[in-house]
């Protein structure tokens, strides 16, 4: 006789919990921007195995960037997969190589994943970011370059240690029309209200999305996190118009 697995109350509750925990989120962050948030978008076991596998045979380097006119290491590995054919990727004065898809047969697997979460959307291109410990991080940017149009989606998935990623509201232009110093204090007080902030904790297997106007109104951020020591993996799916 086939043994039947009741539902006790703590299984029911631990159900509910997990299925919170898959549950997607959809932040709004006003005039057309989004955030969706996904964190159960891969199973664990395979998240742990495309972990292990990016981790052992993706090219990283570390490259030395521009930023505010110098040059400095980048605090975070990195590697750069693309269709061939398509504009050049520029950032912080870096060129990264293009490698092609097709010598990482996993990323295709996870390209088809967010092809199929995300209906209508078709990336071309990848950045991929390691992040050896708490130290190294990704400072304040939008990924804003030119060559992703001027309202990309970016679908970012996330490998290993658990950390925080930031989004703030770019602050608004400071022209004298705008904010003039007469403005009456409780005005000012809402360009940093609770809103202009958000966080996420990215679960390893998570994706979170953004969209609309989020990188020309925000900006995001992984700070470096104090006694962290496990490896993240974060992967960011982008269109080259
Ligand atoms: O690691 C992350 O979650 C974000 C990476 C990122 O913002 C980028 O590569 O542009
Ligand atoms: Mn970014």
């Known amino acids: 006789m086939p ?11 631990q159900e509910a919990a997990e299925k919170v925990s898959d549950s997607v989120s959809t932040v709004d962050l006003g005039n057309g921007s989004d955030v969706v948030y996904m964190p ?3 199973s664990a076991d395979d998240s742990w195995k495309y972990l292990d596998y990016l981790d052992q045979h ?11 006119g110098r040059s400095c ?10 269709d061939a054919g ?19 047969p996993p990323l295709k697997e996870i390209l088809e994943a967010v092809h199929k979460a995300l209906p209508g959307s ?19 940017h939008a990924d804003d370059e030119k060559l992703y149009g001027s309202a ?4 970012s998935v996330s490998f290993g240690g658990e950390r925080e990623f930031l989004l703030k509201r770019r602050p608004a232009k400071t022209s004298k029309e705008k904010r003039p110093e007469d403005e009456p204090a409780s005005k000012r007080a809402k ?14 297997g998570s994706l979170l999305v953004m969209r609309g106007h989020t990188q020309r109104d925000w900006l995001h951020s992984v700070p470096k996190r104090a006694k962290l020591d496990g490896v993240r993996i974060n992967l960011t799916f982008r269109l080259v118009i």
């Open 86 to 104: 398509l504009q050049e990727l520029v950032y912080s004065g870096y060129r990264p190589r293009a490698y092609s898809w097709d010598d990482y």
């Open 191 to 204: 360009a940093t209200s609770p809103g202009d902030r958000q966080s996420f904790l990215l679960k390893h």
């Open 40 to 42: 159960g978008f891969l």
């Open 3 to 13: 043994r039947i697995k009741r539902a006790t109350p703590s299984d029911t509750q």
């Open 58 to 68: 993706i090219p990283w380097i570390r490259p030395t960037i521009r930023v505010f």
């Open 73 to 82: 290491l980048q605090p975070r590995d990195t590697c750069y997969v693309a």
């Open 152 to 155: 990309p989606t970016i679908a």
């Open 122 to 140: 078709k990336f071309n291109s990848l950045l991929l970011n390691r992040y050896k410990g708490g130290d190294d991080y990704v400072g304040w």
